[in-house]
């Protein structure tokens, strides 16, 4: 977390990541089926493939975490074109627009309400073996690549909802 270099930003193929990211965890085991709701026409974003692996890799661990012994787990992972969101870069206040969204869904019990403003915070876990690191690391990852990492819950529907938005090449 305390890196002070940026990765190496290159074009980088968002659904490959996701695969490979979904191969680790359903090669250990724990994880229901993973379901990919996939935009076939999204071009490549611009990032760090190995940083965008390990993204995923995190946010799929704790949505199995999420999901495990719960009746009928499900966890799906979408992408899209949501055109509109622009940021701007702290370095040098320019602003980025990051139209392309990633988002890992789980339909398990959701966060904790008294943590769900602090849950990208180091130290910040509601898991009785967890360290906090895990999204703290997503997000220090995906502001690296000059994108944006969001969080919510919809109750109605019984769905926690991660999202990551990106910029194009």
Not at 5 to 14: E, Q, R, S
Not at 62 to 70: E, H, R
Not at 114 to 126: N, S
Not at 131 to 158: C, I, K, N
Request: glycine share 8%; proline share 7%; charged share 25%.
């Amino acid at each position: 977390l305390s890196r002070r270099t940026a990765p190496v930003l290159a074009p980088c193929n968002l659904h490959e990541a996701v695969r490979r990211a979904r191969a680790v965890i359903e090669a250990g085991g724990r994880s229901p089926q993973i379901a990919e709701e996939f935009d076939p026409s999204l071009p490549a974003v611009l990032g760090n493939a190995d940083s965008l692996v390990q993204v995923l890799i995190n946010l799929l661990a704790n949505a199995a975490d999420a999901v495990s012994g719960i009746e009928d787990p499900r966890i799906v992972v979408r992408t899209r074109f949501a055109s509109g969101l622009q940021l701007h870069r702290a370095a040098d206040g320019q602003p980025v627009r990051l139209p392309i969204e990633l988002r890992v869904s789980d339909n398990g019990p959701g966060i904790d309400p008294v943590l769900r403003d602090h849950i990208f915070e180091p130290f910040v876990t509601g898991k009785k073996s967890g360290q906090g690191l895990g999204l703290a690391l997503v997000r220090r990852l995906v502001t690296d690549m000059s994108g944006r990492v969001t969080h919510d819950r919809d109750e109605a529907g019984g769905w926690t909802h991660f999202r990551i938005h990106l910029p194009l090449v």
